[in-house]
Structure formats: structure tokens, C-alpha cells
């Protein structure tokens, strides 16, 4: 007998990893609060990146790219939809996913803001993105070598729940829960050279990059940073993609800080966590198989390395989820109450509720796309929006053992949360922010859960 571990799930492909530079200019506006006193930014705690992961099964297959870049969240679609197009036309057939790390301390990409303090470095901004999103996607197409792609689960205690009921009052706070539940599921991937030689790491994680906020006057990828510094280090440089996880209600303990050193720390924290899984993964394509009993002053039972042969599907599909929205003032009517209010936070708010009016349309429903691949036994789930873990959690305990990665913030405008449905009784800003209804959660579940299932029987 075998046990499988890490090893199920394994995918023997041809694989090729770039890196490009995206930090914007220094004083790009990059207001993301709605507390923040100011809009340009005033300078760089660590750089931002984005890193190409293409995949093919060589033999004649579509390739498959996984974008990693850090940024926050994309508001419409034409930004997005230039640089995906970019990644599109370099990889030149195929599907691609494009993940942002959803930084709260990144740079505007929205040419909406172009008339903000620091606006006018918005459209080169978006140029430089769609220029290095090409010349990294071309990099790693040109690398594409055969690799085995390996996964194993871990545990982090960064991430915890925050939605917290508010001392003295009726709502839900944004903020740390103490006594609330939270996801600590930690996913690693390792793509290896057939030497065993580490190529590339992913992490797949859920928590919201909140560590620094509107005192925060710093373009910072947060958490993610030192994450992706402590993983490099222990795999002798290959690159690290940083992948966000279904982290709706999850964010770090500490956090809303103005310190740089708040975000470095917290990184380590998740960075020291990917690592010790990383480190405790088998070589690829081994497995562990029962050898015999050992008599010995109590009965041993002895286990040895064996091969094992990895997967070679790799395989993509989309599908889109009707949900209904909740009924919402139009468009022209949010742009009205914009233009009126005096108030700075509030009229933030109301720009944002317009821009997701707007992205959504003024209809009854709304259709959300989900990006579904397979590598090996393997799962990649992407979708634009900010679900709450359950979907993750259902998700990996529906398709146990094999890796479940759900991915938040994956290629489009981001509408909003999707909590569970009981939550929609509560004040809580997640609520009263999304644009979706009630059930659109549990929709969602179910849907991309058959959806799974019908890409596994293929």
C-alpha cells in the first residue's frame, strides 16, 4: 500500500517561470482607504513583482499561464482586460489566469483616477504592466523544460477571523475576532526540475494583505513581500507566486498598521509556515510505500521510498455562475448622491458602490466567471471576486485528498464579497458592500463543485 501525501496530485508537464519588476512610480496615486488622509503615495517599502508560471503537457496541448502579480484589485474592466489580453497574445493559445495578491498599500489601476493627485502616472502605469506581463510570459514560454509539479497541505496561524461584534453595539466590526473561527489551511506547490532541483514555489493562502493601511503612505505588496523573501531563500532562489485564497472573512491579527515592519513581519510568519511544508515535502515523483514489520522491543512497522509515476493531464476549463443582485440604486442615481455629498469617506463609499453599479450593470442578475484547471489530480479554482472561506473549505473537503487551490481576485473587475448566506442578517460591511444576493455564496459552491466534477470525469 502507498501513502500518498503530497505526492497525489502530482503532474508531470513541461513548465517554464519569469519575473518582472512592476513597482509603479514612487508618487502614483494610491488611495485605497476610505480614512486615508492622503492620495499620492510618498515612496517604496519593497518592490512589486509579477511572476509567470506557464504550463504545457507537450504534447500538443493548450498551455496554461498563472499570472502572480501584486496589486490590489482591478474596479473596471478595460484595465484588466488590456494586460489578461497581453498575457493572451504572448502565450498565443491557451488560457490564462492573472492573480492579484489584493495588496490594500498598491497603486490605483483605474484611469478613472486620473484626475487624483498622482493620477496623471495611471495610463504609463497599465503601458508598463502590459509590457512586462508580455516580456515575463515570453520568458517563461521560452524556458518551458520538463518539470514535475508537486503539493502538499500546511498550517499557518496568520490569518484569522474578522468579523468582530462590535463592543457595546449592534454591527460587525472589520477587525480582529478573537473568539471568531479561521481558516489556517496553507497550500504549497513545487515545481521541480526531474533532478529534483526546485524551479518554483507557489503559496496558496487566505488572508486579506491588510497589514499596512490609510496612515500608510508606502507602496507596498504587504505580507506578501517577506512571504515570497523567506520561501526564495529556502529554495535556493527559485522563484515564489503568491496565490490569495477564498479570505473573505480572514485578515492578520495585527494589522491596519503604518510600520513596514508590521507587513515584514507578518510575511515571515506565512513565509516560515510555506517553507517548513516545503521542506517536508518528498522528492518528486516519490512516494512512501509499507516495506515490512520489524520486531524490535515493540512491533515496527518500516516504510521506504518508492517512484511513482505523476500525472500527465493538464486541463482547462471556464464556466459562468448566474446570481441574482440585491436590489441596488442605479448607476446614474449613485453618481447623483456622489456628486452631492461633502463628506470625504462617505463620498469614497459612493464612488465605490458606483463603479460596481456600473461594472454589474442595472439588472437583476449578474453572471460570474470561474477559471477551472487541472494539473494532475490537482485543482486550480480562479474567480474576480472576495468569497468567503467556505468556499474553500467546502471545495478541498468535496475533492479530498487531491489539492484544491481557490483562488480570489483572478481576472476581472472585483463586484464584491460573497459571504454565506446567514451572515446578510447582520451589519456588516461585506454585506452591505457586495452587489450580490443572499445564496449567491451557496450558489457558487455548488456550481464550480459539479463543474469540478465534470473536469475530472473528462
Known amino acids: 500500500m502507498s501513502l500518498l501525501e503530497e505526492a497525489h496530485g502530482e503532474l508531470a508537464c513541461l513548465a517554464g517561470v519569469a519575473r518582472a519588476d512592476i513597482t509603479p512610480p514612487p508618487d502614483i496615486y494610491a488611495r485605497n482607504w476610505g480614512a486615508a488622509e492622503h492620495d499620492a503615495a510618498e515612496g517604496i517599502h ?59 498599500a498598491g497603486p490605483s489601476t483605474c484611469l478613472a483616477d486620473a484626475d487624483r493627485p498622482g493620477g496623471q502616472a495611471i495610463a504609463a502605469y497599465i503601458d508598463l504592466l502590459c509590457e512586462r506581463a508580455r516580456a515575463a510570459v515570453r520568458r517563461a514560454r521560452e524556458a518551458l523544460a520538463p518539470a514535475i509539479v508537486s503539493w502538499t497541505y500546511g498550517k499557518c496561524g496568520l490569518a484569522r477571523h474578522r468579523d468582530l461584534p462590535e463592543p457595546g453595539g449592534a454591527r460587525l466590526l472589520c477587525g ?58 529556502a529554495s535556493a532562489g527559485a522563484p515564489c507566486l503568491f496565490l490569495q485564497g477564498a479570505s473573505g472573512e480572514l485578515a492578520p491579527r495585527e494589522q491596519y498598521a503604518s510600520d513596514p515592519s508590521v507587513a515584514d513581519r507578518n510575511g515571515r510568519v506565512l513565509g516560515l509556515a510555506a517553507a517548513s511544508a516545503l521542506e517536508g515535502m518528498l522528492p518528486p515523483a516519490t512516494a512512501l510505500t509499507f516495506d515490512r514489520a520489524l520486531e524490535s522491543g515493540a512491533p515496527l512497522g518500516l516504510w521506504r521510498r518508492g517512484p511513482r509515476a505523476p500525472s500527465a493531464v493538464l486541463r482547462a476549463r471556464t464556466i459562468a455562475v ?11 442615481e449613485l453618481r447623483a448622491q456622489e456628486a452631492a455629498c461633502p463628506e470625504r469617506v462617505l463620498a469614497e463609499r459612493l464612488r465605490r458602490k458606483r463603479t460596481i453599479r456600473e461594472a454589474v450593470g442595472d439588472g437583476a442578475t449578474a453572471e460570474l466567471p470561474f477559471w477551472l484547471w487541472r494539473m494532475g489530480d490537482a485543482v486550480l479554482v480562479g474567480h474576480a471576486n472576495e468569497a468567503y472561506s467556505d468556499l474553500q473549505r467546502s471545495l478541498r473537503a468535496r475533492f479530498a485528498p487531491r489539492p484544491v487551490a481557490v483562488i480570489n481576485l483572478v481576472n476581472g473587475p472585483c463586484l464584491g464579497y460573497l459571504p454565506p448566506a446567514a451572515l446578510y442578517d447582520d451589519d456588516v460591511y461585506q454585506v452591505w458592500q457586495t452587489p450580490l444576493a443572499r445564496g449567491s455564496l451557496e450558489r457558487v459552491v455548488a456550481e464550480v463543485g459539479n463543474a469540478v466534477d465534470a473536469l475530472l470525469a473528462e
Open 322 to 332: 448566474k446570481v441574482l443582485l440585491k436590489t441596488l440604486p442605479s448607476a446614474a
Open 176 to 233: 480582529f475576532h478573537p473568539g471568531g473561527p479561521s481558516d489556517d489551511t496553507l497550500l504549497v506547490g513545487r515545481v521541480s526540475a526531474p533532478d529534483g532541483r526546485v524551479r518554483a514555489t507557489i503559496v496558496n493562502y487566505a488572508c486579506h494583505p491588510t497589514s499596512l493601511a490609510w496612515a500608510n503612505r508606502l507602496i507596498s505588496p504587504d505580507y506578501v513581500g517577506a512571504c515570497r523573501e523567506v520561501m526564495e531563500a
Open 46 to 104: 519593497r518592490p512589486l513583482t509579477l511572476t509567470a508560471l506557464v504550463a504545457s503537457d507537450g504534447a500538443g496541448g493548450e498551455p496554461l499561464a498563472l499570472v502572480a502579480a501584486d496589486l490590489g484589485w482591478w474596479r473596471g474592466p478595460d484595465e484588466e482586460r488590456r494586460v489578461r489580453q497581453a498575457v493572451l497574445e504572448t502565450l498565443g493559445a491557451g488560457q490564462a489566469m492573472v492573480a492579484l495578491s489584493h495588496t490594500h
